[in-house]
Protein backbone atom coordinates (compact mmCIF):
# COMPACT_ATOMS: atom_id res chain seq x y z
CA UNK A 1 0.00 0.00 0.00
CA UNK A 2 1.59 2.90 -0.97
CA UNK A 3 2.54 5.67 1.81
CA UNK A 4 -0.07 8.18 0.29
CA UNK A 5 -3.33 5.92 0.98
CA UNK A 6 -5.83 7.25 3.03
CA UNK A 7 -6.39 5.68 6.81
CA UNK A 8 -9.67 4.15 5.12
CA UNK A 9 -7.75 2.66 2.34
CA UNK A 10 -5.68 1.05 4.63
CA UNK A 11 -8.55 -0.69 6.32
CA UNK A 12 -10.06 -1.64 3.64
CA UNK A 13 -7.12 -3.35 2.22
CA UNK A 14 -7.10 -5.38 6.03
CA UNK A 15 -10.64 -6.30 5.61
CA UNK A 16 -10.00 -7.87 2.44
CA UNK A 17 -7.36 -10.00 3.48
CA UNK A 18 -8.53 -13.40 4.46
CA UNK A 19 -9.31 -14.64 8.40
CA UNK A 20 -10.04 -12.54 11.36
CA UNK A 21 -8.19 -9.78 12.13
CA UNK A 22 -7.73 -9.32 15.93
CA UNK A 23 -8.34 -5.16 16.98
CA UNK A 24 -8.09 -4.78 20.71
CA UNK A 25 -9.73 -1.22 21.48
CA UNK A 26 -7.28 1.86 22.89
CA UNK A 27 -9.14 4.86 24.86
CA UNK A 28 -6.10 7.72 24.66
CA UNK A 29 -3.10 8.13 22.49
CA UNK A 30 -0.78 6.16 24.59
CA UNK A 31 -2.72 2.69 24.56
CA UNK A 32 -3.37 3.30 21.02
CA UNK A 33 0.73 3.44 20.52
CA UNK A 34 0.84 0.54 22.71
CA UNK A 35 -1.40 -1.52 20.08
CA UNK A 36 0.75 -0.46 16.80
CA UNK A 37 4.16 -1.16 18.76
CA UNK A 38 2.98 -4.89 19.52
CA UNK A 39 2.47 -5.15 16.15
CA UNK A 40 -1.51 -5.23 15.72
CA UNK A 41 -2.58 -3.57 12.36
CA UNK A 42 -5.70 -1.48 13.38
CA UNK A 43 -7.50 -0.02 16.49
CA UNK A 44 -11.02 1.01 17.81
CA UNK A 45 -11.73 4.58 20.21
CA UNK A 46 -14.13 2.27 22.23
CA UNK A 47 -16.93 4.56 23.60
CA UNK A 48 -16.81 2.59 27.06
CA UNK A 49 -13.17 2.55 27.21
CA UNK A 50 -13.25 6.51 26.42
CA UNK A 51 -15.92 7.56 28.54
CA UNK A 52 -14.69 6.00 31.72
CA UNK A 53 -10.85 6.71 30.89
CA UNK A 54 -11.74 10.14 30.03
CA UNK A 55 -14.34 11.59 32.85
CA UNK A 56 -14.75 8.29 34.95
CA UNK A 57 -18.28 7.96 33.70
CA UNK A 58 -20.39 5.29 32.64
CA UNK A 59 -20.94 4.28 28.44
CA UNK A 60 -24.50 5.79 28.25
CA UNK A 61 -24.16 9.09 25.63
CA UNK A 62 -22.90 11.21 28.62
CA UNK A 63 -19.89 12.48 26.34
CA UNK A 64 -20.31 14.92 23.82
CA UNK A 65 -19.67 14.53 20.08
CA UNK A 66 -16.92 17.17 20.44
CA UNK A 67 -15.00 15.41 23.29
CA UNK A 68 -15.38 12.37 21.58
CA UNK A 69 -13.29 13.98 18.60
CA UNK A 70 -10.66 15.67 20.96
CA UNK A 71 -10.12 12.77 22.33
CA UNK A 72 -9.58 10.56 18.62
CA UNK A 73 -7.62 13.44 16.91
CA UNK A 74 -5.26 12.73 19.91
CA UNK A 75 -5.34 9.43 19.28
CA UNK A 76 -4.97 9.10 15.39
CA UNK A 77 -2.44 11.72 15.09
CA UNK A 78 -0.53 8.81 17.55
CA UNK A 79 -0.23 6.18 15.03
CA UNK A 80 0.15 5.16 11.50
CA UNK A 81 -2.33 2.11 12.07
CA UNK A 82 -5.82 3.00 11.35
CA UNK A 83 -8.27 3.91 13.79
CA UNK A 84 -12.28 3.06 13.85
CA UNK A 85 -14.00 5.55 16.03
CA UNK A 86 -17.21 5.10 18.10
CA UNK A 87 -19.53 7.32 16.33
CA UNK A 88 -22.76 6.22 18.73
CA UNK A 89 -26.14 6.99 17.36
CA UNK A 90 -24.80 9.76 14.95
CA UNK A 91 -25.27 12.28 18.11
CA UNK A 92 -29.13 13.00 16.43
CA UNK A 93 -30.86 12.77 13.49
CA UNK A 94 -29.34 12.23 9.73
CA UNK A 95 -28.17 15.86 9.33
CA UNK A 96 -26.41 15.34 12.49
CA UNK A 97 -24.95 12.06 11.45
CA UNK A 98 -23.87 13.75 8.60
CA UNK A 99 -21.84 15.86 10.49
CA UNK A 100 -20.41 13.47 12.56
CA UNK A 101 -18.91 11.71 9.50
CA UNK A 102 -17.24 14.82 8.11
CA UNK A 103 -16.12 15.75 11.81
CA UNK A 104 -14.76 11.80 12.29
CA UNK A 105 -13.03 11.71 8.99
CA UNK A 106 -11.54 15.17 9.36
CA UNK A 107 -10.02 14.43 12.70
CA UNK A 108 -8.31 11.13 11.07
CA UNK A 109 -10.29 7.96 11.39
CA UNK A 110 -10.40 5.31 8.99
CA UNK A 111 -13.97 4.40 10.33
CA UNK A 112 -16.82 5.02 12.55
CA UNK A 113 -19.29 3.07 14.24
CA UNK A 114 -22.92 3.83 14.49
CA UNK A 115 -25.58 2.06 16.02
CA UNK A 116 -29.60 2.01 16.19
CA UNK A 117 -29.82 2.08 19.69
CA UNK A 118 -32.44 5.28 20.74
CA UNK A 119 -30.59 8.17 22.47
CA UNK A 120 -29.27 7.99 24.89
CA UNK A 121 -27.59 4.81 24.19
CA UNK A 122 -25.37 2.63 26.64
CA UNK A 123 -23.44 0.04 26.65
CA UNK A 124 -24.46 -3.51 24.58
CA UNK A 125 -23.63 -5.59 27.86
CA UNK A 126 -25.49 -3.77 30.58
CA UNK A 127 -28.87 -4.10 29.51
CA UNK A 128 -29.74 -2.10 26.21
CA UNK A 129 -33.02 -0.30 26.28
CA UNK A 130 -34.40 0.00 22.78
CA UNK A 131 -33.31 0.89 19.31
CA UNK A 132 -35.13 2.95 17.04
CA UNK A 133 -37.28 1.43 14.44
CA UNK A 134 -36.30 -0.23 11.40
CA UNK A 135 -36.89 3.19 9.53
CA UNK A 136 -34.67 5.36 11.24
CA UNK A 137 -32.45 2.87 11.62
CA UNK A 138 -32.03 2.77 7.71
CA UNK A 139 -32.06 6.67 7.67
CA UNK A 140 -29.09 6.75 9.48
CA UNK A 141 -27.23 4.66 7.57
CA UNK A 142 -28.39 6.06 4.06
CA UNK A 143 -26.94 9.44 5.95
CA UNK A 144 -23.58 8.20 6.62
CA UNK A 145 -22.96 6.29 3.70
CA UNK A 146 -23.74 9.56 1.22
CA UNK A 147 -21.39 11.66 3.64
CA UNK A 148 -18.95 9.11 3.36
CA UNK A 149 -18.21 9.81 -0.32
CA UNK A 150 -18.22 13.04 0.41
CA UNK A 151 -15.96 13.48 3.03
CA UNK A 152 -12.86 10.88 3.21
CA UNK A 153 -14.66 7.54 2.22
CA UNK A 154 -14.84 6.32 5.89
CA UNK A 155 -15.42 2.86 6.35
CA UNK A 156 -18.54 2.43 7.66
CA UNK A 157 -19.50 -0.06 10.66
CA UNK A 158 -23.22 -0.25 11.39
CA UNK A 159 -24.50 -1.87 14.73
CA UNK A 160 -27.65 -3.07 15.48
CA UNK A 161 -28.88 -3.69 19.61
CA UNK A 162 -31.90 -5.44 17.87
CA UNK A 163 -31.31 -8.69 19.46
CA UNK A 164 -31.30 -7.20 23.04
CA UNK A 165 -33.41 -4.70 22.92
CA UNK A 166 -36.64 -5.90 21.44
CA UNK A 167 -36.11 -9.47 23.53
CA UNK A 168 -38.50 -8.99 25.84
CA UNK A 169 -41.17 -7.46 23.62
CA UNK A 170 -40.72 -9.71 20.56
CA UNK A 171 -39.22 -13.05 22.41
CA UNK A 172 -35.41 -14.07 21.69
CA UNK A 173 -36.42 -15.42 18.24
CA UNK A 174 -38.02 -12.81 16.84
CA UNK A 175 -35.29 -10.17 17.80
CA UNK A 176 -32.77 -12.34 16.74
CA UNK A 177 -34.69 -12.11 13.24
CA UNK A 178 -35.37 -8.33 13.25
CA UNK A 179 -31.83 -7.86 14.01
CA UNK A 180 -30.57 -9.96 10.92
CA UNK A 181 -33.07 -7.98 8.59
CA UNK A 182 -31.56 -4.71 9.88
CA UNK A 183 -28.05 -5.80 8.97
CA UNK A 184 -29.13 -7.27 5.61
CA UNK A 185 -30.59 -3.58 5.08
CA UNK A 186 -27.44 -2.20 6.30
CA UNK A 187 -25.47 -4.00 3.92
CA UNK A 188 -27.52 -2.96 0.71
CA UNK A 189 -27.76 0.48 2.05
CA UNK A 190 -23.81 0.08 1.25
CA UNK A 191 -22.66 0.26 5.12
CA UNK A 192 -18.89 -1.46 5.14
CA UNK A 193 -18.73 -4.00 8.06
CA UNK A 194 -21.77 -5.38 10.20
CA UNK A 195 -22.00 -6.07 13.59
CA UNK A 196 -24.55 -7.22 15.14
CA UNK A 197 -24.25 -6.92 19.02
CA UNK A 198 -24.00 -8.98 21.50
CA UNK A 199 -25.46 -12.72 20.50
CA UNK A 200 -25.58 -15.33 22.78
CA UNK A 201 -24.23 -18.42 21.11
CA UNK A 202 -21.84 -19.82 18.58
CA UNK A 203 -25.00 -20.69 16.61
CA UNK A 204 -26.51 -16.79 16.61
CA UNK A 205 -22.77 -16.22 16.10
CA UNK A 206 -22.70 -18.32 12.62
CA UNK A 207 -26.06 -18.02 11.69
CA UNK A 208 -25.53 -14.41 11.32
CA UNK A 209 -22.53 -14.50 9.73
CA UNK A 210 -24.29 -17.27 6.92
CA UNK A 211 -27.55 -14.66 6.52
CA UNK A 212 -26.21 -11.99 5.66
CA UNK A 213 -23.24 -11.83 3.04
CA UNK A 214 -20.44 -9.30 3.98
CA UNK A 215 -17.66 -8.28 6.32
CA UNK A 216 -18.90 -8.77 9.96
CA UNK A 217 -17.22 -7.87 13.42
CA UNK A 218 -17.47 -9.61 16.32
CA UNK A 219 -17.44 -8.15 20.10
CA UNK A 220 -15.10 -9.98 22.11
CA UNK A 221 -15.93 -8.66 25.57
CA UNK A 222 -14.72 -10.36 28.73
CA UNK A 223 -17.31 -11.47 30.93
CA UNK A 224 -19.77 -9.90 28.43
CA UNK A 225 -23.01 -11.76 26.62
CA UNK A 226 -21.10 -13.62 23.97
CA UNK A 227 -18.85 -16.31 24.02
CA UNK A 228 -15.49 -15.34 24.01
CA UNK A 229 -13.88 -17.07 21.31
CA UNK A 230 -10.00 -17.31 19.45
CA UNK A 231 -9.61 -15.89 15.95
CA UNK A 232 -9.47 -18.80 14.22
CA UNK A 233 -13.01 -19.93 15.66
CA UNK A 234 -14.15 -16.70 14.36
CA UNK A 235 -12.90 -16.89 10.97
CA UNK A 236 -14.40 -20.30 10.90
CA UNK A 237 -17.81 -18.44 11.86
CA UNK A 238 -17.72 -16.05 9.03
CA UNK A 239 -15.93 -13.11 11.24
CA UNK A 240 -13.93 -10.57 9.54
CA UNK A 241 -12.79 -8.62 12.31
CA UNK A 242 -12.77 -8.87 16.07
CA UNK A 243 -13.04 -6.25 18.97
CA UNK A 244 -11.27 -6.79 22.15
CA UNK A 245 -12.84 -3.51 23.54
CA UNK A 246 -12.41 -3.47 27.02
CA UNK A 247 -8.99 -5.57 27.43
CA UNK A 248 -6.30 -2.87 27.88
CA UNK A 249 -9.02 -1.02 30.16
CA UNK A 250 -9.25 -3.42 32.36
CA UNK A 251 -6.26 -4.72 32.90
CA UNK A 252 -4.75 -1.04 33.41
CA UNK A 253 -6.96 -0.88 36.18
CA UNK A 254 -6.27 -3.96 37.47
CA UNK A 255 -2.41 -2.78 36.70
CA UNK A 256 -2.78 0.37 38.48
CA UNK A 257 -5.04 -0.54 41.48
CA UNK A 258 -2.37 -3.89 42.30
CA UNK A 259 0.54 -0.63 42.46
CA UNK A 260 -1.85 1.89 44.87
CA UNK A 261 -2.36 -1.35 47.14
CA UNK A 262 1.60 -1.82 47.44
CA UNK A 263 2.39 1.89 47.55
CA UNK A 264 -0.23 2.02 50.27
CA UNK A 265 1.87 -0.29 52.61
CA UNK A 266 4.91 0.78 51.62
CA UNK A 267 6.67 -0.89 48.88
CA UNK A 268 7.43 0.09 45.34
CA UNK A 269 5.23 -1.20 43.04
CA UNK A 270 8.10 -4.38 40.80
CA UNK A 271 6.02 -5.30 38.24
CA UNK A 272 6.43 -2.27 36.12
CA UNK A 273 7.68 -1.07 32.82
CA UNK A 274 11.67 0.88 33.12
CA UNK A 275 11.42 5.01 32.85
CA UNK A 276 13.52 4.64 30.21
CA UNK A 277 10.92 1.85 28.38
CA UNK A 278 8.34 4.56 29.33
CA UNK A 279 10.60 7.61 27.59
CA UNK A 280 11.25 5.85 24.79
CA UNK A 281 7.25 4.84 23.90
CA UNK A 282 6.05 8.62 24.50
CA UNK A 283 9.33 9.56 21.85
CA UNK A 284 12.25 11.33 23.93
CA UNK A 285 14.69 10.03 21.63
CA UNK A 286 12.80 11.36 18.57
CA UNK A 287 12.36 14.65 20.37
CA UNK A 288 16.03 15.28 20.92
CA UNK A 289 17.21 14.15 17.59
CA UNK A 290 14.75 16.55 15.75
CA UNK A 291 16.05 19.43 17.93
CA UNK A 292 19.94 17.98 17.12
CA UNK A 293 18.67 17.90 13.49
CA UNK A 294 18.00 21.80 13.77
CA UNK A 295 20.58 22.61 16.26
CA UNK A 296 18.38 24.31 18.91
CA UNK A 297 17.52 23.32 22.17
CA UNK A 298 18.97 20.81 24.62
CA UNK A 299 18.21 17.60 25.32
CA UNK A 300 15.22 16.51 27.93
Known amino acids: MPATSSPADRLRTLL??????????????????????????????????????????????????????????SICDAVSIPVIGDGDTGHGNA????????QFAGAGFAGMMLEDQQAPKRCGHTGVKDVVDRDEAERRIRAAVAARERHG????????????????????????????????????????????????????MAHCCR?????????????????LLPGSRLAALGYR??????????????AMQTALAQL?????????????????IVGFDAYDALLERYGTGRKA
Not at 27 to 37: G, Y
Not at 189 to 198: K, P, R, S, T, Y
Open 153 to 204: DLVIVARTDARSALAGALGPKRAFSEAIERLRAFADLGADVLFLEAPRDEDE
Open 16 to 73: AAPGCQTMPCCFDALSARLVEQAGFPVTFMSGFAVSAARAALPDTGLLSVTEMLDQGR
Open 95 to 102: ANVTRTVA
Open 264 to 280: STGQSPERRVSFDTLRE
Open 241 to 254: LAAYPLTLLSCAVH
Open 211 to 227: AVPGVHMANMLEDGITP
